[in-house]
Every structure is written in C-alpha cells, then in structure tokens.
C-alpha cells in the first residue's frame, strides 16, 4: 500500500522548525513569546529539543533570547553583507547601508606575550601587549565581539581610550604612520562560550562565525592578531573566485 503520510511527519525536527517559523510569523515585532515549559508542552517536544530549534532563527536575528528575561521576536534585520576579497569595518560596512552601529563597553589591558602570543605576533616572550576587548551593537543589540592583540607600539592605550570608534584597522589607517599591507584571515564555525554568550546576549553553544585574523603592515611585520565572532543572522560574506584550469583525463 503507498505510504500517503506528509513528508514533514516524518522529521519531527523540521516539523517543529515549520511550527516555529509560523508562531515567529504571527508574533508582532517586540512581543514575547511564550516561556520555554509552556511553548515545549505546546509543541510537544522537550526544552532541549526546543532550545536547539530556536537556535536557528535566533542566529536569522528573527527572535532574541534574554536569559532569565524571555525570548522576543525582532523586526527583520538589515543584514551587512560584502565580499571577503578587501579589508573593511563593520563601522564602513554598516554606514554603507545607512546602518547605524555602536560600541559597547571598552576593555584594554596590558598583557605579557608567553609562548602562544610569542609564536602569534612574531615577538619575544615577555614582550608587553595591548588587548582591546568590546561589543559593537546594531539596531541595539550586540551583533559581534572582537579581540585585538597589539605589539608594543602599535596604538596606545590613550589613543584607544580617546575618539576609538571600535574598529583597530580605522584607527590605523586614520593615523597613517604603518603601512597596511594584506591581511589572512581562517574562518570557521563555532559554539559561542558562555563568556562570549553573555557579552551578545545568546545562549551558551549557539553558533557563530569566527574571523582569526593576522593583519601584516607593508614591513612584513604583524601589526595586529584578531578574534572577531560575528551573529550569523546580521551578517553575510561572499567569495569571488575565478575558475582555474580543469584538465579532465581522456
């Protein structure tokens, strides 16, 4: 006899995802919805289950979940997109779609260079260092968390403290005094740690992009080593490659 069940039965999570999205849909911007017991009883899955669907549209920027607060659904996000081929901002990246960004807390400290920052900035061990620690928020809300790791003359502490927008590289290029070479960057997929969830205001283990960056003045030396964690939702990066010679045996 023909099996005439609906696909969606048969993926109880993309079923709960369908569910989701349409209670996402009906909910007006800025509403709660509701506690995460009473919306698992009515969808009929466990809080685990429901944690690891709502991941999905929190990372889309479609809901925002607060701990101990509840979760909320957010006017659609304007999403800042650009290639990868060169070097910019969130800050010129947002002004070029009219986006307005700021940054939250700033943290500098001093650090003393062991034998990972040694083998990262092509430095000595016990060099002194500069880290540069804050949010940048959009529309409100945090959307990334970037790390800076300076060698010993790079930018001071009263230069990061004083008109520091929160972007190190237009900093740099604002003050002109080191070349700016080329940048490389490794991308990957990561679970955010509970320090990072709490500084953008997600759950521990949800998913973000994270930029590890070695930024290279014309000298050849490393003039900055960066973390950059990024929420999928508010952000989009592309790739223009051209198509190599492909030599197919005969």
């Known amino acids: ?8 039965n048969n993926h109880p999570f993309q079923l709960l995802q369908t569910r989701l999205s349409k209670l996402i849909a009906e909910t007006p911007s800025g509403e709660r919805l509701p506690a995460e017991p009473e919306l698992a009883r009515m969808l009929r899955v466990s809080r685990a289950t429901l944690r690891e669907g709502m991941r999905t549209f929190e990372g889309q920027g479609l809901i925002r979940r607060r701990q101990g607060v509840g979760t909320f659904v957010v006017p659609q996000a304007r999403i800042i997109e650009t290639g990868l081929e060169v070097l910019e901002s969130i800050e010129r990246l ?14 500098i400290k001093k650090v003393i260079a062991g034998v990972e920052e040694s083998e990262k900035l092509q430095v000595e061990e016990g060099t002194g260092l500069v880290e540069v620690a804050r949010v940048i928020y959009a529309d409100g809300r945090p959307v990334a968390y970037l790390t800076d790791l300076l060698p010993p003359n790079i930018l001071t502490e009263t230069e990061l403290e004083l008109g520091f927008n929160g972007s190190v590289l237009d900093l740099l290029i604002k003050r002109g005094n080191i070349g700016l070479a080329k940048s490389f960057t490794d991308i990957q997929a990561v679970a955010a740690s509970p320090e990072i969830a709490k500084k953008l205001e997600i759950q521990r283990g949800d998913v973000l992009l994270l930029f590890v960056a070695r930024l290279y003045s014309d000298q050849g030396g490393i003039v900055d080593f960066s973390h950059s964690y990024f929420l999928p939702g508010y952000f989009r990066f592309h790739v223009v490659r051209s198509v190599g010679d492909a030599k197919f045996a005969s």
């Open 94 to 107: 947002a002004n070029r779609i009219g986006l307005k960004v700021t940054m939250g807390a700033l943290q």
């Open 1 to 8: 006899m023909e099996n005439k069940s609906k696909p969606e």
